[in-house]
Nanobody, 115 residues
Framework: QVQLVESGGGLVQAGGSLRLSCAAS????????MGWYRQTPGNQRELVAL???????NYEGSMKGRVTISRDNGKNTVYLQMNSLKPEDLAVYYC?????????WGKGTLVTVSS
């Protein structure tokens, strides 16, 4: 089992930045892909960014170009640096990890962007 705990969400003004963190614990050996998804009000969960254990990255959606994903394998932690935030970025951001083909999710952290 893998537990994922997000932190760093909160309220920010439009144009501002936030850095989300997600710490993995438990049976973390062998975690391959980690990443971030988000769910905006009334919509399905969508991919924001993924990063492999080797550092390869994939970005999707409207935040592409404004976010950077990084990872500290020694700390089993993944980060999401978000810049130029917009009110439409208001969402619950979920941490994701894949271990031997099984998906794990954090409980999410709320990001609110005021105009």
């Amino acid at each position: 089992q893998v537990q994922l705990v997000e932190s760093g969400g909160g309220l920010v003004q439009a144009g501002g930045s936030l850095r989300l963190s997600c710490a993995a614990s438990g049976s973390v050996f062998g975690i391959n892909t980690m990443g971030w998804y988000r769910q905006t009000p009334g919509n399905q969960r969508e991919l924001v960014a993924l990063i492999s254990s080797g550092g390869g990255t994939n970005y999707e959606g409207s935040m592409k170009g404004r976010v950077t994903i990084s990872r500290d394998n020694g700390k089993n932690t993944v980060y999401l640096q978000m810049n130029s935030l917009k009110p439409e970025d208001l969402a619950v951001y979920y941490c994701y990890a894949n271990l031997f083909g099984r998906d794990y999710w954090g409980k999410g952290t709320l990001v609110t962007v005021s105009s």
